[in-house]
Protein backbone atom coordinates (compact mmCIF):
# COMPACT_ATOMS: atom_id res chain seq x y z
CA UNK A 1 0.00 0.00 0.00
CA UNK A 2 1.12 3.42 -0.48
CA UNK A 3 1.44 5.65 2.15
CA UNK A 4 1.19 9.66 1.62
CA UNK A 5 1.19 12.77 3.76
CA UNK A 6 -2.04 13.56 5.56
CA UNK A 7 -3.53 9.82 5.67
CA UNK A 8 -4.45 8.65 9.19
CA UNK A 9 -3.19 5.74 10.38
CA UNK A 10 -3.08 3.61 13.45
CA UNK A 11 -0.08 2.54 15.40
CA UNK A 12 0.46 -1.69 15.88
CA UNK A 13 3.07 -1.78 17.97
CA UNK A 14 4.57 -0.11 20.45
CA UNK A 15 3.85 1.81 23.44
CA UNK A 16 1.67 3.35 21.86
CA UNK A 17 -0.19 0.65 20.28
CA UNK A 18 -3.81 1.62 18.89
CA UNK A 19 -3.23 5.09 18.86
CA UNK A 20 -4.03 7.37 15.54
CA UNK A 21 -1.96 9.45 14.09
CA UNK A 22 -1.63 11.64 10.75
CA UNK A 23 1.21 10.80 8.54
CA UNK A 24 3.22 14.03 8.44
CA UNK A 25 6.47 12.76 6.28
CA UNK A 26 7.47 9.56 4.32
CA UNK A 27 11.10 8.91 4.06
CA UNK A 28 11.66 5.19 2.48
CA UNK A 29 10.74 2.59 5.04
CA UNK A 30 9.94 4.87 7.75
CA UNK A 31 6.98 7.25 8.24
CA UNK A 32 6.62 10.13 10.65
CA UNK A 33 3.48 10.83 12.33
CA UNK A 34 1.78 13.10 14.75
CA UNK A 35 -1.66 13.29 16.92
CA UNK A 36 -1.18 17.02 17.88
CA UNK A 37 -0.83 16.39 21.51
CA UNK A 38 1.69 14.00 22.26
CA UNK A 39 3.10 13.73 18.86
CA UNK A 40 3.61 17.55 18.01
CA UNK A 41 4.67 18.93 14.84
CA UNK A 42 7.55 19.96 16.62
CA UNK A 43 8.63 16.68 17.76
CA UNK A 44 7.04 13.49 15.25
CA UNK A 45 7.26 9.88 15.83
CA UNK A 46 9.48 8.58 13.25
CA UNK A 47 8.44 4.59 12.73
CA UNK A 48 8.63 1.88 10.11
CA UNK A 49 6.01 1.09 8.05
CA UNK A 50 5.51 -2.13 9.06
CA UNK A 51 4.04 -1.29 12.43
CA UNK A 52 1.07 0.75 11.18
CA UNK A 53 -2.29 0.31 9.77
CA UNK A 54 -3.12 2.62 7.15
CA UNK A 55 -6.85 3.60 6.71
CA UNK A 56 -8.35 5.21 3.51
CA UNK A 57 -9.08 8.34 4.52
CA UNK A 58 -7.06 11.29 3.62
CA UNK A 59 -7.11 14.36 5.17
CA UNK A 60 -6.74 17.14 1.89
CA UNK A 61 -6.59 20.53 3.58
CA UNK A 62 -3.51 18.86 6.03
CA UNK A 63 -2.21 17.46 3.29
CA UNK A 64 -2.03 20.85 1.20
CA UNK A 65 -0.99 22.12 4.33
CA UNK A 66 1.85 19.68 4.92
CA UNK A 67 3.60 19.60 1.49
CA UNK A 68 3.54 23.81 1.03
CA UNK A 69 5.04 23.83 4.49
CA UNK A 70 2.28 26.79 5.13
CA UNK A 71 1.02 27.73 8.53
CA UNK A 72 -0.21 24.91 10.79
CA UNK A 73 -1.52 24.30 13.87
CA UNK A 74 -1.51 21.26 16.47
CA UNK A 75 -5.09 22.10 17.23
CA UNK A 76 -5.81 21.65 13.59
CA UNK A 77 -4.63 18.27 13.71
CA UNK A 78 -6.40 17.00 16.97
CA UNK A 79 -9.23 18.78 15.06
CA UNK A 80 -9.05 16.18 12.35
CA UNK A 81 -8.63 12.88 14.51
CA UNK A 82 -11.40 13.96 16.76
CA UNK A 83 -13.98 14.43 13.88
CA UNK A 84 -12.28 11.19 11.90
CA UNK A 85 -12.81 9.13 14.94
CA UNK A 86 -16.37 10.80 16.09
CA UNK A 87 -17.23 9.55 12.41
CA UNK A 88 -16.17 5.68 12.70
CA UNK A 89 -17.99 5.80 15.85
CA UNK A 90 -15.70 7.07 18.37
CA UNK A 91 -11.96 5.55 19.71
Do not use: C
Request: avoid cysteine; aromatic fraction near 10%; glycine fraction near 8%.
Amino acid sequence: MEYEVGQIVYSKSGHDKGGIFVIMSVEGEYVYLIDGKNRTLEKPKRKKIKHIQATKFVSNSLQQKLNQKSYLLNADIVKVLREYSNSKGGF
